[in-house]
């Protein structure tokens, strides 16, 4: 583990910390899909992002989720070490977008790392200012694009962080991110084919214009 970890944090940690989380740190491989976190449930590690996607979604009374952002490689979620500092209850759901290779770090060494190790601090600060851009520009989206350009970027967003011109999703999917039907995201899909945008495929899509 510590090789890996030298490898995508280590221009980041200084060795001492590096240590110390290869120490407690719990190595954690999970598919595509499986929950990492969910709503309500008590926090008690953080995930650092080895390699791989995590979406990370809120859900109203109603049970309907919509995507918040993304997080990849050398990244973690900040909502998640807000509810570790506070000793509180998770408000998101983290789903692995891809198979995913994390670090789970116990919450026990956040506050003692936030004043031990200034690269920490950093990185802990960083991440909450990058995330907190994502929520902003999510927020816009949903307030000021509209639903075609909304669908736009979801794509863009999902093929950056695949690494892939060739999603595979269904329209269902799509539909349950962006928190509206698969009638909308289906007649949407083909109207962006039919101005060149992409290529739709069964449960697939390619896009062209990245």
Same mark, same amino acid.
Request: with cysteine.
């Given at each position: ?9 280590g221009?980041? %940690?200084?060795? &001492? !910390?590096?240590?110390?989380? /290869? ?9 595509e899909? %499986?929950?990492l ?5 008590t926090?008690? @590690?953080?995930? !650092? !992002? ?9 859900e ?5 989720e919509?995507?918040?952002y %993304? ?19 998770s ?5 692995? &977008?891809?198979p995913?290779?994390?670090? *789970? +770090?116990? +919450?026990?060494? *956040? ?6 190790? $200034?690269?920490?601090?950093n ?5 909450? @200012? &990058? $995330? ?10 949903? #307030? %000021?694009? =509209?639903?075609?350009?909304? !669908? ?5 967003? =999902? #093929?950056?962080?695949?690494?892939? &011109?060739?999603?595979? +999703?269904t329209?269902?999917?799509? #539909?349950?991110?962006? @928190?509206?039907?698969? +009638?909308?995201?289906? $007649?949407?899909? =083909?109207?962006?084919? /039919?101005?060149? $945008?992409?290529?739709l @495929?069964?449960?697939?899509?390619h896009?062209?214009?990245?």
């Open positions: 583990m510590i090789e890996e970890l030298k490898q995508h944090y221009y980041l %940690f200084e060795d &001492e !910390l590096l240590e110390e989380v /290869n120490q407690c740190g719990l190595y954690k491989e999970v598919p899909g %499986f929950t976190m969910d709503i309500g449930q926090i008690s @590690h953080m995930p !650092l !992002l080895i390699s791989g996607a995590l979406k990370i979604l809120r109203d009374d109603k049970g309907d919509l995507l918040l %993304f997080i990849e490689q050398g990244d973690t979620c900040t909502m998640s070490i807000s509810c570790c500092m506070g000793n509180s209850k408000e998101i759901r983290a789903i692995a &977008e891809t995913a290779t994390l670090i *789970m +770090v116990p +919450v026990q060494k *956040m506050g003692e790392w936030m004043s031990k190790y $200034r690269s920490w601090q990185f802990i600060l960083q991440s909450y @200012h &990058e $995330r907190t851009v994502e929520l902003l520009e999510s927020i816009d989206a949903i #307030a %000021f694009l =509209k639903m075609d350009e909304r !669908l736009l970027k979801y794509l863009k967003d =999902k #093929a950056m962080v695949n690494h892939n &011109e060739m999603i595979s +999703v329209h269902q999917d799509i #539909a349950h991110d962006l @928190h509206t039907s698969r +009638v909308v995201i289906s $007649r949407l899909l =083909k109207k962006l084919e /039919n101005e060149g $945008r992409l290529k @495929h069964r449960n697939q899509i896009m062209l214009d990245l």
